[in-house]
């Protein structure tokens, strides 16, 4: 059975302070690998597919990488505004277009 | 920037009552999708929809459930005999594809509340 796996759950930073999130996947075969972002009571913001392993996508202070089993977030000199949970979801080979979330990485940065 | 849109935002029913929740999906978009989250819990595929048909649904997508592309702009999601475990925010999507990888946006969400 596929599974996402998201590490921590929860994260608290000093605004500045970079960090990492995990995304941990088991997929019988990944057509790609989505990062979202959500604030509380809203819908999903896209953020970055990634589809193969050694794939990279910056934006702002957002970097994602790709492996053959975990996908990391990187948030580099984190601001306030970055405060958010972080949701990693995978799309499967066999799959018309469901995506299969993780419990996702709530982010405190405070000032 | 085009978004995805829903109506209600809240929608407040009793149990056994039917539900209509809606949907615009971005103009250019084919492929429509159906979420939902249950507080504190993961969000969770229902079905999409390609060409007027589901394309896939998951085991929670049971026959209390159906999805309609009744104009060339509304998605609906109605749901026949609300329970009070069907009380979740539920999310439309949209995509240009669902085969290739596109990216799926969602809408803000309709937080239902059956009572």
Known sequence: EDQVTQSPEALRLQEGESSSLNCSYTVSGLRGLFWYRQDPGKGPEFLFTLYSAGEEKEKERLKATLTKKESFLHITAPKPEDSATYLCAVQATDSWGKLQFGAGTQVVVTP | ?115
């Open chain 2, 1 to 115: 920037e085009p978004e995805v849109t829903q109506t209600p935002s809240h929608q407040v029913t009793q149990m056994g009552q039917e539900v209509i929740l809606r949907c615009v999906p971005i103009s250019n978009h084919l492929y429509f999708y159906w979420y939902r989250q249950i507080l504190g819990q993961k969000v969770e595929f229902l079905v999409s929809f390609y060409n007027n048909e589901i394309s896939e649904k998951s085991e929670i997508f049971d026959d209390q459930f159906s999805v309609e592309r009744p104009d060339g702009s509304n998605f609906t999601l109605k749901i026949r005999s609300t329970k009070l475990e069907d009380s979740a925010m539920y999310f439309c999507a949209s995509s240009v594809s669902g085969t290739l990888t596109y990216e799926q946006y969602f809408g803000p969400g309709t937080r239902l509340t059956v009572t």
